[in-house]
């Protein structure tokens, strides 16, 4: 066994250290500290819920004042700008437009039911289209 660790009676390792002895997973552990938290989506921490972010430890001193706390941050994914964002969106089709700039026309669901008609259908797409696309598209 090296020199500088030695076994308690509970087996654990122990660090001969003039400073501290840690040990076990208490090397790691804080308890009692106050943390402030600054969260992008939600107002409160939930519980369960896993956040993205950094950690600090602040350490104020003041003469007779010692205040010691966590500020955690939570930081925004760098997906966090909408990817096709949609500039129109009608009964019957969206228009999205992709990171090179071009528009996609997107189809919603067709509904068949009762009174469906391919005609009215058909001039409503059309309508909507010419919609969407105008002011979008130089004509010429």
Request: hydrophobic share 30%; with cysteine; glycine share 8%.
């Amino acid at each position: 066994m090296n020199n500088n660790k030695k076994a308690d009676r509970k087996g654990w390792q122990v660090k001969n250290d003039k400073k501290t002895a840690r040990r076990g997973w208490h090397a790691n552990t804080m308890l009692a500290v106050d943390v402030k938290t600054l969260l992008h989506s939600d107002s409160v921490m939930r519980p369960g819920r896993e956040y993205q972010g950094v950690l600090r430890r602040d350490v104020k001193v003041d003469e007779f004042c010692w205040d010691e706390h966590l500020t955690f941050t939570e930081t925004v994914p760098q997906t966090a700008g909408k990817r096709n964002p949609r500039i129109f969106n009608g009964r019957y089709i969206s228009v999205t437009r992709r990171d090179d700039g071009s528009l996609r026309p997107n189809f919603k669901n067709l509904e068949t039911g009762a009174g469906f008609k391919v005609e009215r259908y058909a001039l409503g797409v059309y309508n909507e289209l010419c919609m969407a696309l105008e002011g979008l598209i130089e004509e010429g």
